[in-house]
C-alpha cells in the first residue's frame, strides 16, 4: 500500500514558478515509476509527466517540455516537479502517481494522491 500527499500548489503569476512536492508512504516507494498528471475544469486528467523507479529515464507531455522538470529522492520517499515559465494554460489540479507498470495512462495508475490546486494568472 502506498498513500501519496502532494504539496506545493498556489496561485502564480505567469511566467512564475512552483514546486510540487508528493510526499509516498511505504517502504517499497523506490520500486513505483512515478508521475504527475492533471485535470482543469470541465475536462479530462491528463498525463504530465513521469520518472522511472531509479530516476534515470523522465518523460513530458509536449507543452511541458524545457519548462517543467520530474526528480525523485527515494531516500526521503519524494517526488518532485519543478514547474518553471508557467502559463494561465497551466492552471489545474495536479495529482501524483504512482504505479509497478508504468505512469503514463490512467489505466496504469496504482495510486493516486489528493491533488493540489496550480492557478496561473495572466
Known amino acids: 500500500q502506498v498513500q501519496l500527499v502532494e504539496s506545493g500548489g498556489g496561485l502564480v503569476q505567469a511566467g512564475g514558478s512552483l514546486r510540487l512536492s508528493c510526499a509516498a508512504s511505504g517502504r517499497t516507494f523506490s520500486s513505483y515509476a512515478m508521475g504527475w498528471f492533471r485535470q482543469a475544469p470541465g475536462k479530462e486528467r491528463k498525463f504530465v509527466s513521469a520518472?522511472?523507479?531509479?530516476?534515470?529515464?523522465?518523460y513530458y507531455v509536449d507543452s511541458v517540455k524545457g519548462r517543467f522538470t520530474i526528480s525523485r529522492d527515494n531516500a526521503k520517499n519524494t517526488v518532485y516537479l519543478q514547474m518553471n515559465s508557467l502559463k494561465p494554460e497551466d492552471t489545474a489540479v495536479y495529482y501524483c502517481?504512482?504505479?509497478?507498470?508504468?505512469?503514463?495512462?490512467?489505466?496504469?495508475?496504482?495510486?493516486w494522491g489528493q491533488g493540489t490546486q496550480v492557478t496561473v494568472s495572466s
Open positions: 520518472i522511472s523507479w531509479s530516476g534515470g529515464n523522465t
Open positions: 502517481a504512482a504505479g509497478r507498470s508504468g505512469v503514463r495512462v490512467v489505466s496504469a495508475i496504482d495510486y
